[in-house]
């Protein structure tokens, strides 16, 4: 039923991707560069930011939240009508990898998020020694996770490597499970 609702809601092409992660992960860099704006100049976010870009045909609405400590108890305002879970991860950051998992343990389990599917953006891969992608698939138990579609990519905000490869993952995977056409 949740399926047919989406699509019938969907028809006109447009998605709500919801951008998640530990503070310091990303997500505004990499929104940034999607946008081909200038990612020399970033700034903790601290509320939200929606960027809306076209994109193969869709209208993708990004919405960046904070992902400071005392922001997560908010981010559950952001989930109705949630398309895509997009989860950034600190590729360099070992030291929080299990405030990571716990935190995206806690996403996967939330109702109103039952029906997104997640990409998994491992940001920040062009850096020296930072964690490979089977160590975090490893570290956030990538593979335990049943009650989602789901998808790794090491990518770089920075670089902008990979950014592209993501929108389409999430693309084709509304088309497959969530548009009529």
Known sequence: MLSILRKARLKDKEMRILM??????????????????????????????????????????????GGQKTLRSYWKNYFEKT????????????????????????LLLEERLMGASLLVFLNKTDVGGCMTQDEVRQNLRLDSIKTHKWTILPCSGMTGANLREGLNWVVQDAKDRLFLY
């Open 83 to 106: 398309d895509t879970l997009v989860w950034v991860v600190d590729a360099t950051d070992r030291l929080r990898v299990d405030d990571c998992r716990d935190e995206l343990a806690g």
């Open 20 to 65: 998640l992660g530990l503070d310091n992960a990303g997500k505004t860099t990499i929104v940034k560069q999607i946008m081909n704006e200038d990612v020399t100049t970033v700034s903790p976010t601290l509320g939200f930011i929606i960027k809306t870009i076209d994109f193969d045909g869709y209208r993708l609405n990004i919405w960046d939240v």
